[in-house]
């Protein structure tokens, strides 16, 4: 079993900068591929940006690119998203997730899910 904590959110100014952690628990974080995903008021999930288990590979949402970017430290059991330039509208609950299997993912099928931290960005 993994347990993800996030944390990092809280409100910011349109133009203005976050970064988010995801702590893992377990020995075999190294293995995992790790995502974040958001969910905005009255609006479905969606992905966000991904990672695979050594860090080489990521991807981003259109959405994201050019201001995001996901990065991992495997000896600290942490996932990151730097955020900048950020937006009214990447305003939502942040979630990571871990995945057993190791590749890239953007989809929803990941194994593992944390709580989520509020991200609130003002115009």
């Known amino acids: 079993q993994v347990q993800l904590v996030e944390s990092g959110g809280g409100l910011v100014q349109a133009g203005g900068s976050l970064r988010l952690s995801c702590a893992a628990s377990g020995r075999t974080f190294g293995r995992y591929a790790m995502g974040w995903f958001r969910r905005a008021p009255g609006k479905e999930r969606e992905f966000v940006a991904a990672i695979n288990w050594i860090g080489g590979v990521t991807d981003y949402a259109d959405s994201v690119k050019g201001r995001f970017t996901i990065s991992r430290d495997n000896a600290k059991n942490t996932v990151y998203l730097q955020m900048n330039s950020l937006k009214p509208e990447d305003t939502a609950v942040y979630y990571c997730?871990?995945?057993?299997?190791?590749?890239?993912?953007?989809?929803?099928?990941?194994?593992?899910w944390g709580q989520g931290t509020q991200v609130t960005v003002s115009s």
């Open positions: 997730a871990a995945d057993r299997r190791g590749g890239l993912r953007t989809g929803f099928d990941y194994d593992y």
